[in-house]
């Protein structure tokens, strides 16, 4: 009887460990460097939002999208969108009994939302986007700033309160 239930907290605990992991879109902008690498694979230019483009990220809390926009000549513009992990894995040796243990943290240095960084010197007029949520797969639309949303759904919700309030009088 203790081996069952010893067998069914072992099967639980690995089914909920393995749950725990954020997921997010990751995608690339170009191939990585000095790697054989299937182009037709995870590149931004082919999303489609399949499982493909699906990974996990231990050392995230967050996922990003980071929106690449360049005006070149004659008004054109050019944008490129990345999807990804956050970066937030901080690995670092630590001196213990005597020793070097390496170990890693994650760190939280972005806030929800997004901002705007202008490169500032150059010819053309560039600037990349920064956009970070909580949740799986949030990164799937192109922006992940939801404020322009709730202000919206707090008009909506206080012109009803008004219009119910009126409908008493």
């Not at 939801?146 to 919206?152: L, R």
Request: proline share 4%; charged share 20%; glycine share 6%.
């Amino acid at each position: 009887m203790k081996q069952s239930i010893l067998a069914v907290i072992l099967t639980v605990s690995t089914f909920f460990t393995k749950g725990t992991s954020l997921q997010c879109y990751k995608c690339l902008i170009n191939p990585p460097q000095g790697e054989k690498y299937d182009t037709t694979k995870n590149l931004c230019a082919h999303f489609d939002y399949s499982d493909k483009f699906v990974v996990d990220c231990p050392y995230s809390t967050m996922c990003m999208i980071q929106e690449f926009h360049l005006d070149i000549l004659n008004g054109e513009r050019i944008t490129n969108v990345l999807r990804d992990c956050a970066s937030q894995k901080l690995e670092y040796h630590d001196f213990t009994t005597g020793e070097w243990v390496p170990k890693v943290e994650v760190m939280e240095p972005y806030k929800e939302g997004c901002q705007i960084v202008d490169d500032k010197g150059e010819r053309t007029t560039a600037f990349n986007r920064y956009c970070y949520c909580r949740g799986n797969l949030c990164n799937s639309s192109p922006s992940t700033n939801h404020e322009g949303y709730t202000d919206i759904m707090g008009v909506i919700v206080v012109f009803n309160l008004m219009k119910y309030i009126n409908s008493l009088r």
